[in-house]
């Protein structure tokens, strides 16, 4: 068997530990005699599992106690709507700093549920290269909205803005457990799992309990509603068990690596390693300003400037690291060039075979 660097966006690569552990128990879960995919939701065994990957979140993430972590299904996409529907009740208003592909549909979603979006503010002008300062937000929102990593950009916020008492929402979907976040300076995180958590089929929604509310906007659909799976520990419906259940596995993987600090730093020296190597290479350059760079997704070009000429050379990039076991570096097309996501599960010896990969391609290719 061999296996590649995975640098894919989303899903994205998972622990090899984690894929070995379930393969395990694939068809006996302990002593159980049944795979976890077959399990009842509501059954003894399966229970433990869920309880778990819970506790697990709250204490890797510090999780304090008057907040509820609910495991709902829909992605990242689906929060953009339960966001809205859930926080704009009492003005009818939202601010929306606008940082890239995913904080605009966020916007477009909430203004179609009829809130009233105020952009505060946008990075468009620079195609979403950095991150605007907005160090304070002020007014009558009923929240305020961030997406803290963009993934397609590869941009990171450096700070958490101050809103005072307006609720602060972000979209942590490509960074959450890649580094220490403080949950209190937040009314509502959430995450689709498959860029950093598990296998796509689960959202974590991370939520401060007294914005959990039963009278949400007109029309929302109960499953649309926070209060109904906070109600029912996330099993008002059948969860995405499965998903749960690598989710708690990813949680312990990181706890036996020391934790979500000794992750950060990790993924400090993988994103330094190459950022680095960008920055003083003559053959690539990095798309996202300094100060805005994200740790997990690192979006660059070479420097081929002649648009056709770029096209075919990132092809051929795209096409070699491939064949060399360093799959899914194509970029996203709104940045064109190439884009390697680093998450977690990604080892730093796969960081360095990309830039041994870079370095051997430029010298045959680039100069
Ligand atoms: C991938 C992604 C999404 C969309 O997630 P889905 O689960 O596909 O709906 C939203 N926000 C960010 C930051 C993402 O990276």
Request: charged share 20%.
């Amino acid at each position: 068997m061999s296996r590649v660097y995975n640098f894919s966006a989303g899903p994205s690569c998972l622990p090899e530990e984690v894929l070995q552990e379930c393969a395990a128990e694939m068809l006996d879960y302990q002593g159980s005699g049944q795979s976890v995919m077959e399990m009842s939701h509501r059954s003894k065994v399966y229970k433990p599992i869920i309880e778990h990957a819970e506790a697990q979140v709250r204490k890797l993430m510090k999780v304090p106690d008057n907040y509820k972590v609910l495991f709902l299904q829909g992605g990242g996409s689906t929060q953009f709507a339960m966001v809205a529907q859930n926080l704009a009740i009492k003005t009818g208003k939202a601010a929306y700093i606008q940082t890239g592909v995913w904080a605009k549909k966020a916007a477009a979603e909430a203004k179609h549920l009829g809130v009233a979006v105020d952009i505060i503010a946008s990075s468009e002008d620079k195609n979403y290269s950095y991150i605007p300062k907005v160090e304070k937000i002020s007014g009558d929102y009923d929240y305020a909205y961030i997406c803290f990593n963009n993934t397609i950009m590869g941009t990171h916020y450096e700070y958490i803005p101050d809103t005072g008492n307006i609720p602060l929402v972000a979209d942590i979907s490509s960074c959450v457990l890649s580094e220490e976040l403080d949950v209190s300076k937040f009314g509502l995180l959430f995450a689709g799992a498959q860029k950093n958590l598990a296998p796509a089929g689960v959202t974590l929604v991370i939520i401060r309990e007294d914005l959990i509310t039963d009278s949400p906007r007109a029309g929302t659909p109960t499953m649309s509603i926070y209060k109904t799976h906070a109600d029912n520990g996330s099993m008002y419906n059948t969860p995405p068990c499965y998903t749960i259940y690598v989710l708690g596995k990813v949680l312990d993987w990181i706890e036996r690596k020391g934790g979500v600090e000794a992750i950060h730093a990790l993924n400090v020296a993988k994103a330094d390693l190459l950022y680095n190597y960008l920055d003083s290479s003559p053959a690539y350059r990095a798309t996202a300003e300094k100060g805005s760079r994200s740790l997990m997704n690192v979006p660059f070009l070479t420097k081929e400037d002649d648009p056709d000429k770029a096209k075919a050379i990132n092809d051929k990039f795209v096409k070699e690291a491939a064949a060399a076991g360093l799959v899914n570096l194509a970029g996203h097309r709104l940045v064109g060039g190439m884009r390697a996501s680093i998450y977690n599960a990604m080892p730093i010896e796969g960081v360095k075979a990309l830039i041994a990969f870079m370095e051997k391609f430029a010298k045959e290719n680039l100069q």
